[in-house]
């Protein structure tokens, strides 16, 4: 019963998400109703002492992410720079080759560092461009932002600095770059499947007469350039070089001048108390935040007209942006820390760790917690937590590396997370203006493709032996 009614609570969110609903409504309705039927005596304090702090928690450490990000993408959008870089890929790769283009976009930008909700914002005004210059329907954007953000670069390249690449080694003892032959191998997978994938939607709708469909009827639909002349495509991609660079600068040093801890006294009367911050905690978002100041200063300074003269309304449909794509995903991790709370999700853990093969027991085990709380890094660290020495005892036993175990872990956690309830999947279908009904399927295609991957990178491993 137990394990029904954790099933039921994600069924119906998954429901209610795709038929367009908020998440944010219907979250914690979920969530708590899971709670209800299990003990309704702590249905009020789950809320408050668990999904909601979970949720501000959530908030007080990436809102700024999501905001300084939707503000570059509008920026980039404003100034012109996008349809620049738009028009240089065209004559780059050619004008059928407007998904390639976009996947290949999102992957530098997110293996150099960048968020992937950051890319999300920043990459859209790019693709609704091109997408739009070649009449490519706008429903296919999603799909390929999620090949290029959410799937190889995130967690099958080694040395990816993507947070589900970093969080095995503090179980493992592994570093970024484990197992790189069957890391860069599921990775050339997922590129090459997903893209014959996308091509063939593309050429279906191509054979059916759909074409991008009309902007002023279509949501969200990036603004106009409306100036004289573009920026040369080198000054235009230059903010995005340098939110890469500056992501990385800052990553190293930040550490170095605060050191794991700094604390300050705050100059207000009858608080001495100091204020301690856990630098090692936030030094990763810092820099993130920092990179995309650099980012939007460089727009401005090098687009300083068109800029000023939308600066007002651009960043006000920003703003709006960011608050519901970062309200959406601290709902949805909220819902996800009451799942795990309850007593059904442990019997999901007990159940898939009786499958008997080590290397397939991770895997399976780490997307289906992915998948039940919606969250990539959420449910692996959940995984880990509970089952990484059970997992190594097992690999010891078999004789299988460590830096396999890293990799397969860090894949598989990159698989079934992407269902509809996803944090990163309802802020892409927000940033894009589009809805499950219209833009999921190809999202989730791309899903299947990935999750196919880690049983791929096994086969490999049990085949060859390479790590």
């Known amino acids: 019963m137990a394990f029904l009614i954790v099933l039921a609570a994600l069924v119906f969110l998954m429901w209610v998400a ?24 702590l249905v009020a304090p789950m809320f ?21 990000g939707a503000v570059f ?14 028009a240089a890929t065209i004559s780059l790769v050619g004008a059928q080759r407007a998904m ?14 960048v968020s992937l909700f950051v890319a999300v914002f920043a990459v859209y005004p ?10 490519i329907p706008k429903r296919l954007i999603p799909g390929t932002i999620a090949l290029g953000a959410f799937t190889f670069t995130m967690d099958a390249l080694p040395g990816t600095p993507q947070i589900q690449n970093i969080i095995p080694t503090s179980f493992f003892g592994t570093d970024a770059w484990a197992a790189p032959w069957l890391g860069t191998l599921g990775g050339v997978f997922v590129l090459i499947v997903g893209l ?36 040369h495509p080198l000054v235009a991609i230059l903010p ?6 500056s992501n990385k600068l800052f990553t190293a040093l930040i550490p170095k001048l605060y050191g794991g801890s700094h604390e300050f006294i705050p100059a207000v009367v009858g608080k001495t108390a100091p204020v301690v911050q856990e630098v090692s905690k936030v030094a990763a978002i810092w820099a993130v935040e920092g990179a995309l100041l650099v980012g939007i200063a460089a ?26 794509a970062s309200m959406n995903t601290a709902s949805e991790y909220g819902f996800g820390a009451v799942i795990a709370a309850l007593p059904g999700f442990l019997v999901v853990a007990d159940a898939l760790s009786a499958i008997p093969n080590p290397l397939v027991n991770e895997a399976v085990t780490v997307t289906a917690l992915a998948g039940i709380t919606g969250s990539a890094s959420g449910g692996m660290s959940i995984a880990l937590a509970a089952m990484a020495d059970t997992f190594i005892a097992n690999a010891n036993a078999a004789g299988i590396p460590m830096e396999v175990l890293h990799r397969v872990a860090s894949m598989a956690s990159g698989g079934m997370d992407t269902l509809p309830h996803n944090g990163a999947v309802i802020t892409l279908l927000a940033v894009t203006g589009l809805t499950h009904r219209q833009a999921y399927k190809d999202i989730f295609a791309i899903t299947v493709v990935k999750t196919l991957a880690v049983f791929v990178v096994i086969g490999l491993f049990y085949a060859t032996g390479l790590v």
């Not at 367009?20 to 109703?33: D, E, Q, R, T, W």
């Not at 408050?48 to 300084?68: A, E, H, I, N």
């Not at 300083?304 to 920003?318: D, L, M, N, R, Y």
Request: aromatic share 12%.
């Open 240 to 245: 995005l070089v340098l939110v890469g660079a």
């Open 299 to 324: 727009v401005v300074a090098f687009a300083w007209k068109p800029v000023i003269a939308s600066f007002a309304e651009g960043t006000q449909s920003a703003i709006g942006g960011a608050l519901l």
């Open 100 to 113: 390639l283009a976009i996947v290949l976009v999102c992957a530098l930008l997110t293996y150099g560092g």
């Open 73 to 86: 993408g509008k920026l980039i959008e404003i100034s012109g720079f996008s349809k620049s870089i738009v």
């Open 18 to 41: 795709y038929r367009g609903h908020s998440v944010i409504l219907f979250a914690p309705i979920a969530a708590l109703g899971a709670v209800l039927l299990t003990d309704p005596s």
């Open 126 to 135: 790019f693709a609704a461009e091109l997408f739009r210059q070649n009449d």
């Open 196 to 231: 014959i994938y996308l091509e063939w939607r593309r050429r279906a709708a191509l054979k059916a007469g759909e074409g991008y469909g009309d902007p002023r009827t279509l949501a969200n639909e990036p603004i106009a350039f409306s100036g004289a002349a573009l920026a």
């Open 48 to 68: 408050t002492g668990l999904f909601m702090d979970k949720m501000v928690g959530f908030l007080k450490l990436y809102f700024p992410v999501f905001l300084l």
